[in-house]
């Protein structure tokens, strides 16, 4: 960190996305412009600049100078590597920290490496001096318990989703209108429908080439195992643990998950799903849709509506939206995806930073009003105006023919630092066929409870570093074996089982309780 003596003008003409002149001086923290180091590392970009170039200063990096006087100076390791956990491991030995380390999956670091000493605790740097993070939490405490670690400490204010749902199920309604069916309102139902799509010919090309469901992600093909009543994650991390009956356990080990699997993988044999569902990739979407071969998924609700938009010219009566999850074989309605009100994102102050007062205050500026609106929306001016007091996108943003995200991301909103989304943001592209779903979605209780991780002392993490890596990859090879068709998942049940606790599981989920119950209290 070093005190600049440059006039924040003369860094706003560094761009040619400028910030706008911002008189208010409310927000301020420091009289001269004070420079803090940063480590920033997320998927989108391994660095704290456009694309991770640090020479292309974010146009919402350049308005937060302006208005508090803070700069960012990107110093992110790892620019090399889109992997996010050797990125921060490289940091970490390199022992010469930033003055500020963030980006994406960063809470079991630092709520492992903070107790020892390599972050600085924000309890009693967020009670004395961040009025409005202060005010966030009071108001939702089990979100400060969930982000603490096991020493009690806070260490990181964390990234904080915005929203109720996130993914739904979405089918070919025109496609059932040709084959004059229903909306399958059960398992049951879903399967004589998904047949049909299979043999009926609804595209119109006298082929048997549709795909009744297909996934984007690999890991969707999963959320069938719900239409069973199992379970294939605890959160919006696929593969994650959940909470049963006041314990963790893992939706994996679990015998509705045996039983569930198994008629997975006979849909899969009989050509209801996706032959090419764990190699197509994400690009199955546009492609499926697109040559109107696919019938249905399970995907975000914004992104997927546009395709109405999209095709319309290109697939004749196209019409592919939002349809309530189908019963369960034992009568249940499930929407097992849910925005997770607390994410493993965000930002931390490193033992090295020799100005934490002002670090904090900057973090909690992302939590004020005008703060939020950038974090959000970008700039006011140049990607949205304000009307009637609400933050509407320009319509060269929203009309623009790209993902509305990706232009935030762009210009450094939406990025992986501590701050509160604000669900306006992502409403204003949400086509009408998929705001008529959520609608639908709101007239029955679809969503789960959500687990929102725990914390490990030195000697949970170990245990769990042990074992759970080589027991997830052989659940998933087991998983994957079983739905193309190697193995009975019936017959190899009781061997799965004593793999998986020869290997460790229950040691694992014994320091995931212990680690629950302190947290939590359970």
Do not use: C
């Amino acid at each position: 960190m070093r005190i600049l003596k440059m006039a924040s003008i003369a860094i706003l003409g560094s761009t040619a996305l400028t910030a706008p002149a911002l008189a208010e001086d409310s927000h301020r923290i420091v009289d001269e412009p004070l420079e803090l180091s940063i480590h920033m590392h997320w998927p989108r970009a391994q660095g704290y600049g456009v694309g991770g170039d640090a020479n292309q200063i974010y146009p919402v990096e350049l308005a937060a100078r302006e208005l508090t006087g803070i700069h960012l100076i990107d110093e992110t390791s790892g620019k090399n590597t889109t992997d996010y956990n050797e990125a921060i491991n490289l940091l970490l030995a390199k022992g010469d920290m930033p003055d500020i380390v963030g980006g994406h999956r960063v809470k079991q670091p630092f709520n492992e490496f903070g107790p020892q000493g390599a972050f600085v605790p924000l309890n009693d740097l967020v009670a004395e001096h961040a009025p409005n993070i202060k005010a966030f939490f009071d108001a939702r405490p089990e979100l400060w318990s969930s982000i603490a670690a096991y020493d009690g400490n806070v260490y990181y204010i964390p990234y904080l989703p915005d929203g109720k749902y996130g993914r739904a199920w979405f089918i070919r309604q025109d496609w059932l209108d040709k084959l004059g069916l229903e909306q399958p309102q059960n398992v049951d139902e879903l399967y004589e429908v998904f047949k049909a799509f299979r043999d009926n010919d609804p595209n119109g090309n006298g082929v048997q080439d549709e795909i009744p469901y297909f996934g984007r992600d690999w890991e969707e093909v999963l959320r069938l195992l719900t239409l069973w009543d199992a379970r294939t994650s605890g959160s919006d991390t696929y593969h994650d643990f959940y909470v049963k009956d006041g314990k963790i356990a893992h939706p994996y080990s679990q015998e509705a998950y045996r039983d569930a699997m198994a008629n997975l993988a006979q849909w899969y044999k009989e050509g209801l799903i996706d032959a090419e569902i764990f190699t197509r990739g994400s690009s199955s979407r546009d492609y499926l849709l697109g040559e109107n071969l696919g019938g249905a998924t399970h995907d975000w609700f914004a992104s997927t509506s546009g395709y109405n938009v999209a095709l319309a010219d290109k697939v004749d009566g196209f019409n592919f939206i939002p349809f309530l999850p189908p019963a369960s074989a034992n009568g249940v309605r499930m929407e097992e995806h849910r925005r997770i009100p607390v994410k493993p994102d965000g930002w931390a102050i490193s033992h090295t930073n020799e100005n934490p007062v002002e670090t904090i205050k900057y973090f909690d500026f992302w939590f004020t009003e005008q703060g939020s609106l950038l974090a959000n929306f970008g700039i006011e001016g140049q990607t949205y105006d304000m009307v009637d007091g609400e933050p509407i996108y320009k319509d060269e943003v929203l009309n623009s023919g790209r993902a509305v995200n990706a232009q935030m991301w762009e210009v450094g909103s939406q990025i992986q630092r501590g701050y509160p989304q604000d669900y306006r943001y992502e409403w204003q592209w949400t086509r009408d066929s998929a705001r008529k779903g959520i609608e639908l979605y709101d007239t029955q209780d679809l969503l789960v409870d959500l687990f929102l991780g725990v914390a490990f002392n030195k000697d949970e993490q170990a245990v769990y570093d042990k074992h759970w890596p080589s027991i997830e990859t052989y659940m998933l090879e087991r998983q994957q074996a079983w739905i193309l068709g190697t193995g009975d998942i019936v017959a190899d049940w009781d061997d799965y089982m004593a793999a998986l606790n020869k290997m460790g599981l229950e040691d694992v989920l014994e320091v995931m309780n212990s680690a629950y119950a302190r947290q939590y209290g359970g």
